[in-house]
């Protein structure tokens, strides 16, 4: 008996594949009734139990066709349809793995007579006409109450990966649309699980084409949704609501209204949890940005915000809200208009106690600093985009957008100062109270033409900025020996003014040899010019009148012109793709500050390079680049402005600053299989800086320090080398259980320098961040993930100290079960440790669980009642740690803990669609 389970644990693993090779094949030819070859008519085969399509093709230039993988024992249809012909039908079935050879297909020309023509059975499931493949969406529906997402995947070619990836015969789809409208953006999740499939009349897929739609050159293709017209006019979207221990609490809702060419997106939310309302990719697809556009987008401490516009979220205990709108309409007369405004509030409570070791090889200098925040901000943000395509050759857009800002911040620092090698310590104190208020505005036109051989695009950019403010900084000195004591407190009152205009245009000329060969020139011009003005200001001995205090003030006038040329080919051989480009610039910087009579004039000029090649196929993608550039000092290097706004750490600029020359050499490259059930990342990246650009740092006896750019000399370089791969792996069984496992490698060293005390030190930094991770998932009632991420690294300033080596293992893991049809469990733990070599560095450990319950409710699983807790073990601490080189740091700070919290959703969609609702959004 134990020898017979091997061979049966061989068949049991041999026999699926066994199985999906028993295909058979079905050929034959298609003539006209004049006995003339039908070239490029579409042959399909339909299992007749369901109706569902097998497998599909089309006729060759002699009227040959043959269609394989075809299931055995089962009935067939075979259907023939073409556009100038009848359609013509024929049963068939497989009695075993054969290729069956049927008789000539004969098809009658359609006439011109006004006749009606009532075809008993379907309408032709595929139909081609150019470059476009069109399914009749009727044909291919499955289960009733399906979604978009299940039929697209029975239509042949078409899979969808586990990441939302989606691939048409292994080529990428760039892109969903509905009625050639763009309203969910790149990522069409929220589309594929929200629209019934039922709403859609034809699917069709086409090269990938550009906002006019001229066919672009990369390979990917498109598809296209034409919806039925009862289908034209709906609503999507959902809302939340929950209170909970603590005085918790957090609500949103977003609504979407899509009306043929028009779609109008309202969002607004509200918490105390420092956290985002919506997550990006929720604003970005069901929120109206996708069409609307983002400038620009920034996360920081936790938040976010989108074109000036804060979306909640941030350090310590922040609470937030806020709302607006989207709103994105295709004029008639080829017009379309976006536009977009939101409001934002917040505020902050944030407290940090810090610690750190600095070693300067014969004494260490210890600080310990308390930092204590209060603040309160709002903001207002519009944005716009009104484009007009008058032809196919034309396009003309114009984007303005007016940022307001204003807020109130209170912050005090205090810093403890002390070397080991002196019995002293010296207290620094300030408290810094701000108001300040600023509007950011501007807009860019863009106009572009493509003609056959001839492209060209002008752009034009306009910028202001105005900001304002008041504040006072108290500062307290205070220095103890064993003899003496020695102490020191300003009351200063700082005002603050602060303008510019920014002006950058460029054009573009491209010209296209032929369909491998092109050539590019672009030059551009920028212009800045901007004014700021801080002035300090000191009460004199009697206290009756302030002094302006020259050393800490400013009257900064910036004036800045920037020149470049670029010219650059691209050819394209087969697969691969070759591009060079050069360019040259030159740059006028006139900085002045009028109080303290310093000024600097600087012009540079310098050529940049860059070198590339591309290689794609439908399953792979390689990319090899390597660039030569410059980057510049910025105004605030340069110029020698005196900031004590923290008097520890007191920061001036350095007007002989030159610019860094920077070589890198990168790769990235990803390979697959059609079907997405495996993927392999890899990328490596190696640079070399010259000329860099650090920051020198004085400290003295106070231990205190002043901060100084400087460029490195030149046997000083910083050097980097990165690689690191990613693998991803995908397998379904039998049963419907789908198994995801993943490894990830990634690698890295640096040298750079330090510039300390009047002396440089060498700074190495070794790197390396394993990791593993595994899922398993059932559609609709588990999913579980875990990975597991050890990282190592060692860093040491040579000649200061030894080598630092610190460890940090996090293991995570993640639960959704729904174990009856209206009942989820989920849950989602962190554990964390950090270790280090350092003496300095205590080691951390602590673990974040959360978990909750959700029961569906009301007609067709609208409704979620939710029970959750955040932070079961009650450990969760802003905890962190920093060792390098000669420097240790260690902070904690208050943030969330445990709560537990009764919460209300409900998901709507004017699609009525039943079954059970996707859970759509993360709490945590």
């Given at each position: 008996m134990k020898q017979k389970i091997p061979f049966f644990s061989i068949l049991f693993f041999c026999l699926p594949m066994l199985l999906v090779a028993q295909k058979g094949s079905v050929s034959g030819y298609i003539t006209d009734s004049l006995n003339v070859p039908v070239s490029y008519a579409t042959v399909a085969v339909f299992d007749l139990r369901d109706s569902s399509i097998v497998n599909f093709g089309l006729s060759d230039d002699g009227g040959g066709f043959e269609l394989k993988s075809l299931p055995p024992g089962i009935p067939l249809r075979l259907l023939v349809s073409h556009v100038l012909y009848h359609p013509s039908v024929k049963n068939f079935r497989l009695d075993s793995a054969e290729n069956k050879k049927l008789d000539t297909l004969m098809v009658s020309a359609k006439d011109n007579q006004l006749t009606e023509t009532v075809i008993t059975w379907e309408a032709p499931p595929i139909v081609v006409r150019n470059d476009t493949i069109e399914f009749n969406a009727d044909a291919f529906i499955g289960r009733p109450g399906s979604a978009v997402e299940e039929l697209l995947k029975r239509i042949p070619g078409v899979e969808i990966g586990e990441d939302g990836q989606i691939t048409?015969?292994?080529?990428?789809?760039?892109?969903?649309t509905i009625d050639s409208k763009q309203f969910f953006g790149d990522d069409p999740v929220i589309l594929m699980k929200n629209i019934p499939a039922k709403a859609i009349q034809k699917v069709q897929i086409t090269e990938e084409k550009d906002e006019r739609g001229r066919a672009t050159e990369t390979g990917d293709v498109s598809i296209n949704l034409t919806l039925k017209h009862w289908a034209k006019k709906s609503h999507f979207?959902?809302?939340?609501?929950g209170y909970g221990t603590d005085q918790r609490y957090e609500s949103g809702v977003m609504w979407n209204f899509l009306r043929d060419t028009l779609q109008i997106s309202l969002v607004g939310y509200g918490n105390n949890l420092s956290q985002s309302g919506f997550s990006y990719s929720e604003l970005y697809r069901m929120g109206g940005y996708n069409r609307s556009g983002v400038n620009y987008i920034s996360f920081s401490d936790n938040s976010m915000s989108i074109n000036g516009a804060s979306f909640g979220g941030g350090k310590g205990?922040?609470?937030?809200?806020g709302g607006g709108f989207n709103l994105n309409y295709d004029i008639p007369r080829k017009w379309s208009v976006s536009t977009s405004y939101f409001l934002g509030l917040s505020r902050t409570s944030y407290e940090q106690v810090r610690n750190s070791q600095r070693n300067f090889g014969d004494t260490i200098l210890s600080t310990g600093t308390i930092n204590t925040e209060f603040a309160n901000n709002n903001s207002h943000s519009f944005n716009a985009k009104f484009r007009w395509t008058p032809d196919t050759i034309n396009m003309f857009t114009w984007r303005p957008n007016l940022a307001i800002n204003g807020g109130k911040e209170d912050n005090e620092l205090q810093n403890n100062n002390s070397y080991s090698y002196l019995a002293s310590q010296t207290l620094i104190g300030n408290q810094l109270d701000n108001t300040i208020n600023g509007i950011d505005a501007g807009s860019?036109?863009?106009?572009?033409?493509?003609?056959?051989?001839?492209?060209y695009e002008v752009f034009s950019e306009q910028i202001y900025k105005d900001e304002s403010g008041l504040g006072v900084n108290r500062i307290r000195i205070e220095s103890f020996t064993d003899t003496a004591t020695y102490s020191e407190s300003n009351y200063q009152e700082r005002e603050l003014e602060s303008k510019g205009m920014v002006f950058n245009n460029y054009a573009v000329i491209r010209y296209k040899v032929n369909d491998s060969l092109s050539f590019r020139f672009s030059p551009s011009i920028n212009h800045t010019n901007a004014f700021k003005r801080v002035m300090v200001y000191e009460q004199d001995s009697?206290?009756?009148e302030d002094v302006l205090l020259p050393g800490l003030s400013t009257r900064f006038q910036e004036k800045r012109s920037s020149y470049s040329a670029k010219f650059s080919l691209s050819k394209r051989v087969g697969k691969s793709r070759f591009y060079a480009g050069m360019s040259v610039h030159h740059a006028d910087l006139e900085l002045d500050n009028e109080l303290s009579q310093s000024s600097v004039d600087r012009i540079f000029s310098y050529p940049e390079l860059n070198l590339s090649y591309t290689r794609r196929s439908p399953t792979s993608y390689m990319d090899i680049d390597y660039s030569y550039s410059m980057e510049l000092p910025n105004s605030t290097q340069l110029i020698d402005l005196v900031d004590n706004s923290d008097p520890n750490s007191i920061r001036t600029g350095n007007p002989c600053l030159n610019p860094e020359k920077y070589h890198e050499l990168s790769t990235w490259a990803r390979m697959g299989n059609s079907a997405g059930t495996h993927s392999l990342q890899w990328n490596a990246r190696a640079s070399v800086t010259r000329n860099g650009i650090i920051n020198e740092n004085?400290?003295?006896?106070?231990?205190?320090?002043?901060?100084?750019p400087v460029n490195l000399a030149p046997h000083e370089l910083k050097t980097y080398i990165g690689t690191g791969f990613n693998f991803t792996f995908s397998k379904e069984s039998s049963k419907k259980w789908k198994h995801t496992p993943g490894l990830h490698v990634w690698g890295n060293m640096s040298q750079s320098w330090q510039y300390l005390n009047f002396s440089s030190y060498p700074f190495v930094s070794y790197n390396l961040s394993p990791g593993i991770s595994y899922g398993i998932i059932k559609k609709d009632y588990f999913d579980a993930r875990v990975s597991y991420r050890p990282s190592f690294s060692n860093s040491q300033t040579l000649g200061l100290s030894g080598p630092i080596i610190n460890r940090y293992v996090s293991l995570s893991a993640e639960l959704w079960w729904a174990p009856f049809e209206k009942y989820w469990i989920e849950a989602k733990g962190t554990h964390t440790r950090q270790t280090s070599s350092n003496p300095g560095v205590d080691p951390r450990e602590f673990t974040l669980v959360n978990v909750a319950f959700t029961r569906l409710i009301l007609k067709d699983n609208r409704g979620q009642l939710r029970l959750s807790v955040f932070d079961l073990l009650n450990q969760n601490r802003a905890i962190s740690q920093y060792a390098t080189g000669n420097y240790v740091e260690t902070s904690i700070s208050n943030a969330v803990t445990r709560y537990v919290?009764?919460?209300?959703?409900?998901?709507?969609?004017?699609?009525?669609k039943k079954g059970r609702q996707q859970r759509g959004f993360s709490f945590w």
């Open positions: 048409y015969n292994g080529r990428n789809v760039s892109k969903i979207g959902k809302a939340y609501a205990i922040t609470e937030s809200g860019n036109f863009n106009w572009d033409m493509s003609l056959k051989k001839w492209e009697t206290l009756s004085f400290f003295d006896e106070s231990g205190r320090s002043v901060t100084r919290m009764l919460s209300f959703v409900y998901n709507y969609n004017s699609f009525q």
